[in-house]
C-alpha cells in the first residue's frame, strides 16, 4: 500500500471581542482584527491511501478463425492483444494455458477438439510446418511486445520468456530446441510463464501498462479429419513478478491427493467414487460428489499425529490448521495458562477427565479394526474405525476451552475455527442448519437400501472412546462436526445399529457429545 499524506496549515484568525470596527465604504464592509503572536493555529490533515491495483483485459479475443486445405501450414492467425498493468514497482508476470473443455492441466487441455457429433478427432499442439513421419496435424502460439501509447521507454522492460521442454507430439519434432514464446512455440497444457515485467521497474514511465500480441499457426496433416476444431488459452497475470504459477483447479477426477482438490466440479457423476491419497501420511480414502453438491470423504479420518513421520510432515499446505495450531497439536498444547505440557503422542489413553477438555487426545489401536457397514467404501460389508480424537485433537487444538467455568471458557461459545482435516477440506458443519442434515435430506435412512445416508457416506459402527477403552464398536457410530452444542459439547452425527442416524444430533444433559470423548471423524471439501 503506498499512503500519500497531504498537511494542510489552515491557520484561523482570532478575532478578539471588542477589537472590531466596521466601516461603510462604498458599499463594502471592511474587518479589520488584531492578533496576538501567542494565540494557536490549527492544523488540518488529510490521508489518502491509493492501494495497490493490476489490471490486464483484451481485445479481439472473441474467436480466430482459419480455412485450411489438407497438408498445409497456417501461420499468423488472428490477433489478441492483451493490456496487464500494475500501479507499483514490483513487477508482474503473465501465465498461459491451453484451456480446453474449461479444464486446466488435464491430458486434453492444450488441443483443439473436433467439434462434430460424429467426430472426436483433435489437434496436437506443436511446431511442425510440413508434413512428419508420421504427419499430424499441430497448432503453436508465439507472442510480441507491442508499445504502448504514451511509453517513454519503449518496452518498459517486458520481456517474453523462453519455454521450459516440453513433450512434442510428433517424432517428426522430438528433437526441437525449445525457443522463446516470441517464435511459435507449443501451447503449454498447464500454467506457464510467457512474459513478465522484472521487479523494481517503474510503472510511471507509461500511461497504461504494457502490450502483448498473440498469434496462433498450425499445420494440417492430409489425414486430418474434416471438422471445426476449437479450443482456447487462458491468460493470467500474477503480481509481483516472482509470485508462484497459479494453481492449477483440480476436482475428484482429476487430482491423485487430498490436498489437490480445489473445487467439487458439478459435471461429477453423483455417487461416482474416486480414491485419493494424503499427503502427510500416503494413507488413502475413497471420496465422491453426493447429492447435497458436495464432495465428501467416504472413510473414517485416520492420521495419527503420534506417528514421528508423520507429524513432521503436517505442515499448513497439507493441513486445514495454521503453523501455530499445528505445533500446538503436537506439543500438547499452547502456552496459554490451562493447557497441558505433554505431547500428543504421550496422552492416547484417558479421554474423560477435565484434562481431556483442554489436551489433543487421540486413540489409534482400532485403527484397521473392521466393523459392520455398506456402501461403496466397504468391503464385503465392512469398513476399518480409523482412529478417535477428542475435539480439542480433532480441531487442531484450536478448540480446547475447560470444561465449566475454568481457564480458557471463551465469553461467547464458538464453532471450531480450524481442524486436522487435509488443506482444501474440513469437518462438516452440524445442528438441524448443518451440512450432515442437510445431506441427509437427500437420502433415506434405510442402511440396507443403496439410496440411504449411511449406504452413500458409509458409515462404519465404528464405536467411539470413553475412558480408557473403545465402547459401541458393532453397534453405534459417531462423528463430530464443527458446530458447537453448548460451553462443553458440540452437535455429532449419530447412528444406531446401521437403521436409526441422527445427522444432528444433541443433547447436552447426557454427555454423549462431550469434547473429551473420541469420536470418529469425516471431511468435506471446502470452497
Known amino acids: 500500500m503506498k499512503t500519500i499524506q497531504l498537511n494542510i496549515l489552515n491557520p484561523i484568525n482570532l478575532i478578539p471581542l471588542g477589537l472590531v470596527s466596521l466601516s461603510l465604504l462604498s458599499g463594502a464592509i471592511l474587518v479589520s482584527s488584531t492578533v496576538s503572536a501567542e494565540d494557536p493555529s490549527v492544523v488540518d490533515e488529510i490521508n489518502i491511501t491509493v492501494p495497490i491495483a493490476c489490471t490486464m483485459s483484451g481485445a479481439g479475443m472473441e474467436s480466430h478463425n482459419a480455412e485450411i486445405v489438407n497438408g498445409t501450414y497456417t501461420p499468423d492467425i488472428g490477433s489478441t492483444t492483451l493490456h496487464a498493468f500494475c500501479n507499483d514497482n514490483e513487477g508482474f508476470a503473465i501465465y498461459a494455458a491451453g484451456y480446453t473443455g474449461n479444464e486446466v492441466g488435464g491430458e486434453s487441455s492444450n488441443k483443439l477438439v473436433g467439434t462434430a457429433a460424429s467426430n472426436n478427432a483433435t489437434i496436437e499442439s506443436g511446431t511442425a510446418t510440413t508434413a512428419g513421419n508420421p504427419d499430424i496435424s499441430n497448432w503453436a502460439m508465439k507472442l510480441a511486445i507491442t508499445q504502448d501509447s504514451g511509453d517513454t521507454t519503449s518496452t518498459n522492460a517486458f520481456t517474453i520468456d523462453s519455454a521450459p521442454n516440453v513433450a512434442l ?6 528433437g526441437a530446441t525449445q525457443a522463446p514464446f516470441s517464435n511459435y512455440h507449443v501451447v503449454p497444457n498447464e500454467y506457464t510463464k510467457v512474459a ?32 471445426t476444431y476449437s479450443g482456447q488459452v ?34 461429477l457423476p453423483e455417487g461416482q467414487v474416486y480414491t485419493l491419497t494424503d499427503e502427510r501420511d500416503s494413507n488413502t480414502y475413497h471420496v465422491a460428489r453426493l447429492k447435497d453438491g458436495n464432495c465428501w470423504m ?13 507429524a513432521a510432515n503436517m505442515n499448513t499446505s497439507n493441513t486445514n490448521a495454521t503453523q501455530e495450531a499445528i505445533n500446538n497439536l503436537l506439543n500438547g498444547g499452547s502456552t496459554t495458562a490451562g493447557w497441558g505440557n505433554t505431547a500428543v503422542a504421550n496422552v492416547t489413553t484417558n479421554f474423560n477427565n477435565d484434562d481431556s477438555y483442554i ?50 471458557v471463551p465469553d461467547t461459545i464458538i464453532d471450531a475455527p480450524q481442524d486436522i482435516c487435509p488443506a482444501n477440506w474440513r469437518m462438516p458443519t452440524g445442528g438441524d442448519t448443518g451440512e450432515y442434515f442437510k445431506l441427509a435430506q437427500k437420502y433415506g435412512s434405510d442402511a440396507a437400501n443403496t439410496n440411504s445416508l449411511q449406504y452413500n457416506l458409509s458409515t462404519p459402527l465404528s464405536g467411539y472412546y470413553v475412558d480408557n477403552a473403545a465402547s459401541g464398536q458393532g453397534s453405534h457410530g ?9 460451553y462443553r459439547s ?10 436409526f442416524i441422527d445427522p444432528a444430533y444433541g443433547f447436552e444433559e447426557d454427555g454423549d457429545c462431550h469434547r473429551q470423548l473420541g469420536y470418529a471423524m469425516r471431511c468435506l471439501m471446502a470452497e
Not at 467416504?298 to 508423520?310: G, R, S, Y
Not at 458440540?490 to 437403521?499: A, E, N, Q, V, W
Open 298 to 310: 467416504l472413510d473414517n479420518l485416520a492420521l495419527d499425529p503420534t506417528d514421528p513421520t508423520t
Open 234 to 267: 487462458i491468460y493470467v497475470l500474477v503480481h509481483p513478478a516472482d509470485t508462484a504459477a497459479p494453481t492449477i483447479p483440480k476436482s475428484l477426477d482429476t487430482a491423485t491427493t487430498m490436498q489437490e482438490v480445489t473445487y467439487c466440479s458439478e459435471d
Open 196 to 227: 513478465h515485467k522484472n521487479s523494481t521497474t517503474d510503472m510511471t514511465a507509461t500511461t497504461g501498462g504494457v502490450k502483448l500480441t498473440t498469434t496462433y499457426a498450425a499445420y494440417i496433416s492430409k489425414t486430418q479429419p474434416a471438422d
Open 169 to 174: 507430439p510428433s517424432t517428426a519434432e522430438s
Open 490 to 499: 458440540m452437535y455429532i452425527m449419530y447412528l444406531y445399529s446401521s437403521t
Open 359 to 408: 489436551q489433543p487426545r487421540i486413540n489409534n489401536a482400532s485403527k484397521d479394526t473392521l466393523v459392520t457397514s455398506y456402501g461403496p467404501a466397504s468391503t464385503n460389508g465392512q469398513a476399518k474405525v480409523g482412529i478417535y480424537y477428542n475435539f480439542c485433537a480433532a480441531s487442531a487444538s484450536t478448540y480446547c476451552y475447560a470444561y465449566g467455568q475454568g481457564v480458557d
Open 478 to 486: 459417531y462423528w463430530w462436526s464443527s458446530t458447537h452444542l453448548d
